[in-house]
Structures are given as structure tokens and as C-alpha cells.
């Protein structure tokens, strides 16, 4: 299948920033993007499709999900932290099957191909009802089977999470003609014991896995770390070995700069989740420092329960915002720095060298944004359009791999209704 | 025209806080709400619409806005404020003309009426222009022409824009079946010398007219006017009789404890814009304490410029949520805090007492918010799902004074393609 856009203008990677091509052609071939330019190519195409007053733009990366926790929308909101998690989100996981994360991440899905989004890094218990969900939506995601122990005789022989997430790697890493990757995953330092996890980062590393994990998200967790074992979760991890191969931690709002500089020097990514860190009262990641320690820092939505949305959008206008008002520096945080988190970063992070970006050879993962509505007139500043004022409600057209799954509010892939009629189901089982 | 909506969720008053009303039935006769309530009325309607999947909530009221200034949307964003503002956005409003500032409102109107908006209060010059578009609209809006002056040489008698403000109050206000009133404004204490102030107030209050200032927006201001007057902006206006009518105030970020004590007494209106302060790095208003001492607090955009967009849905989200990460406490500004902000408390503002509440005999005010889209789903709690899942594109319908002004994407009073291409001619004559 041949595709060329015309007339577009086309967010392109100028160095370490974007460029705008106006009115250009870009034409995809199978899975990937074969031309980009101002001159239309002269050679034939199965579809062309007029892209006048749309923006195309990398797909967006969302490295910080808990996709089935759409079904704990809005519950406890305005809550404080521990009363939300463990009063209230906690007895609703417990009665939680399979059935109900499939239909949790289905919706999920639903949300993130209309909103803009192509890949995700997921963090959930059942992942192989998510991955059969990601296989049939069209989506990339990274998928973990996170592991916990809180029992201090627990071994790791005995451990059902670690052996759950081994063999979830050894049967889906790299399918879905690589759409779906394998992480490793343990929860965080206080939801697990150091024998636990020490056992399970040899195993990633033995397999150079990508390891994702929560980070010292509140100050409580960072608090009590360094009172347990004299050390910042940080420590504790790059102590066992955690940031030998590969890793992302989410959240970080609590890193010292001793922490930051192990961050660089292990090349560990953060992921930054400012809707959840304000709405959740966790805190200010100090995310301009860590981007100019060089650090790489990508975005993430956390789970729709602490969002409460999955709005990568809302995420990149977050980011670009509030960390002006905390620092009365209003040129911290510009649109490119939040753009190139939200994309470039976000495939760094994921280990897919080949997306992230619009460029000749690179996979075909792609979104169209529509400057039809009043908030996108006049287009003066496309960059400063596309974090300020759009909304992931202005998205036309999610492409990935050269494939089209969504496109002027109509899926391709999935079935609205049913998805929609599952959710009412699981809601009904879960809250009656 | 009797309009009777049925199956709707109905979002109703109950003492200060909102409560639900589900598969509810609301009735519009004339300009006014005649019927709300469980059981459907027995009598003829015009029309009756189905609401099913619909919540039914008062009309957004924006309380602070400038808005022809969507005319410089994402125009030197990421600039240091005093470089943006002296150096992109002055020399831009020194060649507007009437002309293209009635473009820019209509602009704006189109954005607004899409997303929510039922009223609000503007500040800018030309506001015959904009008065003509609310009109045409069928939106209301209290309007000002604001009052400066540098010169301490200027006496109230050369002031001409003291004199416009006077002339546009006797000619407009209450005009439009009372959708539009006119307000006075003094742009700030920074941008008008005490004695034209002082004669203005003298004017306003023999009027018993409403005030509409900037204040303690940025610490440089508040500080600069200590440095001066030996007093804060706010005794500067107190001192000046400036709360001796009815007065209210945008910004407030660095409102002093005993600032709020003047407003307290004195009943002023604070204007809280989180997305500008944000952007603009002015820093976090202490709203939940304004909230405490008693002070009505209310919402507003800002202008574009500086925000970059007009979407209140936008602004009940990030005042819901930037206040738990910079007060490390997640129960500060809940949903109910946010929603009586955007509509009972900006009605209060606007001294429009038969709006910004659904009941019975209010004006018929009333926007239609769609739970269809996947990030409303599933519908646990409604008013949760308002504050922060919602996106101003879930509005399918807004009411003002019993009028359908916007239907399912579609405006029934102003022609949107006309205002696009008149934007276009604007952008065109400015940006050349």
C-alpha cells in the first residue's frame, strides 16, 4: 500500500529541534515513510489524501500507562493519597479478573488512538489481555508483568509475578511484527523486597531487558527509603544492579542531585507525569534540570485514576506550564523541549530506534492535527499551536506502521460499541 | 419557544455544593428555566430533545478575558513576560484598528460558544466592536473600556478614554435584553497615574458600577507599587474608593494576608487564571485560602495571548490540580470547588443574579456536556469526570437565555466561515 499526503505541513526534526514544512508531500510505502519533501514524487499511489490544514506530526509516545485503570475513573477523586490508593483503588483491584482488564484496556485503546497516541509502556497485572488487545487495535506498546513481594521469606523460586514476567517475555517479546515489546518491571522499591528484586534485575539483565519501575514519586516514599536502607531509591536500585542494561522510572519528582547524576550516568530515562504529580499533590519534578544534566526525559499519562484521562496532549500543556509558574521562569520548558518529550523521547525510551520522528525509513507512525477549529486560528506559531491551544480532540488520523487506525472520529481496528457495551458489563460486576 | 429536555443528568445546586440529578427532565419557557425534575411535565412542548448521555450543567462564565487578542495567539510564547509583552505583543495592538479587533472577537465567540461558554467579561479597546459581535451572537458579556494613563500631566478632562468608558456605559449598558452590561476598568495601579484613577472610581462609584482591574499579578508589580506608594496594590485601590462600589480583581497571585482582608470586607471578586499564571510565570495564587477567608473566587482565561486558548474546561482542570502539587495536598480545590468557580461564582462577578445555577426561574443558561466519547466512560462520578477527563469538544450544545446558539458542532447565530476569512484578512494586514 502506497499513501502520499499532500499539501501538509510536516513537523520535522531539525537537529535537536522541529521545523515546520509547509505545504509539503510525504508518502508512505508499506510500513514506512518513503518521502518527504515540498515537491510531489512522480510515481504512483494506491491513495492520496489532500492533508490541507492539517499538521502531521510524529505519533505520540505515551511511556507511562496502567491502561485497564480507565475502569477506576474519577473514583476518590479530591482524596488524599493514601486514603485514594489503599480505600479505595486497592478493594476494587482485588476483584479485578482478566475479563474486565481486557475490556479496560480495550477502551483504553479507544482513547489513546483518538487522542493522538501510538505506543505506550503499560504497567498492569493480566498483561496478555492487554497484549491481544494492542495486537488487534494496531498499537505499539511495551508491556510489563510488574513484580511485587512484600513477604521477606518470599524467594525468588517462589515468586509467581517473576515467573509470570519471564515467560511473557520469552512468548511475546518482539511480536506483532515488533509492535509489541517485552519490559521488565518491578513496581517500586517500597512494594518490594531487596532479596525479590535483586533477583529479578539479574534476570533482565541476563535478557538486557528495559526495566520500568516508579520512582521517587512522594516525598514520603523518597523519606522512608533513605530511613530503611540509608540510601535514595536511586541508590537502592543502581546498588542492585537496576540501571546496568536499560531503564525508565516514572514520576522522579523527589530526585537529589546525586540521584540525577546516576540517571546520567547509567543513561536511565525519566518519565515525567505532571497531571498525576499535581492531582495527586506528589510534587514538581525538577524536569529542566534533569534536560540540562542531559537526562533524557519522555511523557506519560500514569493510569486514567490518578489523570484522569490518557490525554498526551493535555500532558505536553501541562508539562509546558505549570513548571513556569514554579520557577517564575516563563521561558523553562518551551514548546520544543515538551514536543521532542512527547515523541524523539519517548522512542529513545521504548528502544525503538526507528520511530519518534518523520523522517525517510523510519516506521510510519504518524497523527494528523486538524487547525480547522477557532482555538487553532490564526497558525501563527505551529509548534506553539500544536502545546498550547490544540486538543487531542483536533487529531484526524492515527497512523502506525504505515497502517491508518483511526480517522475523522471513526476506528478502523476496534469496535466501538462493543468495547463500549463490555465496559458497562465490567462496571456493573465490579460496583454492584 | 418551550423546549422540554428529557433523560438528562442534570447537574443541580444542593446548598453549596452539586448534586446529580439522574434521567432528569428540564424545561426552557422562553428566556427562562420553568421545569426541573424526575417526573416528565404534563404539557405541549415546541420541541423536546433526548439527553441521554448528557450531562446538563450551567453555562461556563469566563471573568476574564481579552478577547480580540486571539488575534496574537502563540505569538512570542516562551519569551520572558516583559520581552513578550513590550516587545511582541505593544508594537502588535499599536496597528490594530477596529477592524480587525471586531474580527478577533468574533473569533473568540466562535471558540467560546464551542466550548461552554455562556458569558463573559472583556477588557480591551474598540469595545463597540465587540459588543456589536455578542449582540449578533446571542452570548452575554459584561464589557469595559479600560482606563490608563501615564502621563501625570493628563487631567480627568483630557482623558478620553475616561470619557469613552462613560459614554459606553450610558450608551450599552443593560442593552440586548440585558446580555449586555457594561462594566468600568482600570487596567492596573502600574498603568494609571493615581489621580486619573481617583477621579475614575469617583465616576464608577457615583454609578455604583462595577470595577474590573488587573492585580498582583507578578511580584515585580506588587513590589514596585510598595516601593512607590508605600502600599499594595490593593490599599492603593481600597485608599482610592475603588471597593466602595463593586469591584473585582484578576490575578491576585500575590495577594498579602492583609490584602485578603480587605477584600473580604469590602466583598471583591477575585479572578483566578491559572493557565496565564502558569504560562506566564506569575506564580500560584493562593486560591483555597481566598476560598477560606470567605472571598468569592472566580474563573477567567486571560486573554489568548497568554493562555493560548479560551477553553474554561481547560481552566477548571489545571486550577483543579496545580494547587495539590504546589500545597503538596491533595484535598485542596475538588471538583465541586472548580465547577461553582466557572458558574455561580462568575455570575456573582457579573452581578447577574438569575444566572449560573440551573433552577427554575433562573435564566436558561445551560450547556449540554456528551459522556460518548471514551475518556468520559465509564460515568462513575459525574461531577470528577467534568473537572478532569472532560474536554470542551464533549460541549454538543450551549444555551444562552433559552436560545440554542450551538448544536452538535453547528452555530446558529454567527457565520463561522465569514469570521474565518475575515481573521485571515486581519492576520494578513497585521503580520505583513
Redesign the interface.
Known amino acids: 500500500m502506497k499513501i502520499l499526503f499532500e499539501n501538509a505541513d510536516i513537523l520535522l526534526r531539525d537537529r535537536d529541534k522541529f521545523s515546520v514544512l509547509e505545504d509539503g508531500y510525504l508518502a508512505v510505502d508499506g510500513e514506512r515513510i518513503s518521502y518527504i519533501g515540498s515537491e510531489k514524487p512522480q510515481e504512483d499511489f494506491d491513495v492520496i489524501k489532500d492533508m490541507s490544514r492539517r499538521i502531521m506530526m510524529p505519533g505520540l509516545i505515551n511511556c507511562h500507562n496502567h491502561s485497564p485503570m ?6 476518590g ?5 493514601q486514603q ?1 490508593l489503599f480505600d479505595t483503588v486497592f478493594p476494587i483491584e482485588d476483584r479485578l479478573t482478566a475479563e474486565e482488564i481486557g475490556a479496560g484496556s480495550r ?2 485503546l ?2 489513546m488512538i ?2 493522538g497516541t501510538v505506543s505506550f509502556s503499560d504497567m498492569y497485572f493480566e498483561p496478555e489481555t492487554t497484549i491481544e488487545a494492542v495486537a488487534q487495535s494496531g498499537l505499539k506498546a511495551n508491556i510489563t508483568r510488574p513484580v511485587q513481594s512484600f513477604d521477606p521469606d518470599e524467594t525468588p523460586d517462589q515468586s509467581y509475578r517473576m515467573k509470570e514476567a519471564l515467560e511473557l517475555y520469552n512468548k511475546y517479546n518482539n511480536s506483532f511484527d515488533g509492535r509489541v515489546l517485552i519490559d521488565f518491571c518491578i513496581h517500586a522499591e517500597y512494594t518490594c523486597t531487596e532479596r525479590i528484586a535483586k533477583a529479578f534485575i539479574d534476570e533482565v539483565n541476563d535478557r538486557k531487558g528495559n526495566l520500568h519501575i516508579h520512582l521517587s514519586e512522594t ?1 514520603k516514599e523518597h523519606d522512608e527509603c533513605i530511613a530503611k536502607y540509608g540510601k535514595t531509591p536511586t541508590e537502592w536500585f543502581n546498588d542492585l544492579g537496576g540501571f546496568d542494561s536499560s531503564a525508565f522510572a516514572a514520576h522522579c519528582v523527589w530526585l537529589e542531585e546525586k540521584d540525577m547524576e546516576i540517571f546520567h550516568r547509567k543513561n536511565v530515562s525519566v518519565i515525567h507525569n505532571p ?1 498525576s ?8 519534578a525538577p524536569v529542566q534540570k534533569m534536560l540540562d544534566k542531559g537526562i533524557n526525559v519522555a511523557l506519560g499519562t500514569d493510569g ?1 485514576s490518578s ?5 498526551m496532549f ?1 500532558e505536553m ?2 508539562a ?3 513548571h ?8 523553562v520548558m ?2 520544543d523541549t515538551v514536543l521532542t518529550m512527547a515523541t524523539v523521547n519517548g522512542a529513545k525510551v521504548q528502544r525503538r530506534a526507528d520511530c519518534g520522528e518523520l523522517k525517510v525509513g523510519n516506521k510510519a507512525d504518524i497523527i494528523a492535527v486538524s487547525l480547522d ?3 487553532m ?2 497558525a ?2 505551529k509548534k ?2 500544536l ?3 490544540a ?3 483536533d487529531v484526524v488520523m492515527t497512523m502506525v506502521d504505515g497502517k491508518i487506525l483511526y480517522e475523522n472520529g471513526e476506528y478502523k481496528t476496534l469496535d ?1 460499541e462493543k468495547i ?1 457495551y463490555d ?2 458489563k465490567a ?1 456493573k460486576k465490579l ?1 454492584s
Open positions: 480507565v475502569l477506576l475513573r474519577g473514583v477523586s479530591d482524596l488524599p493519597l485514594w477502551l483504553a479507544l482513547e483518538a487522542g516525598k497531571t504529580n499535581m492531582k495527586l499533590a506528589s510534587g514538581f486514567a489523570n484522569n484521562n490518557l490525554n493535555e500543556h501541562m509546558a506550564v505549570v513556569n509558574g514554579y520557577d517564575l521562569d516563563a521561558t518551551n514548546a477549529k477557532p482555538h486560528r490564526p501563527l506559531d506553539a499551536l502545546t498550547y491551544s486538543q487531542d480532540s466501538k463500549y465496559i458497562d462496571v460496583y
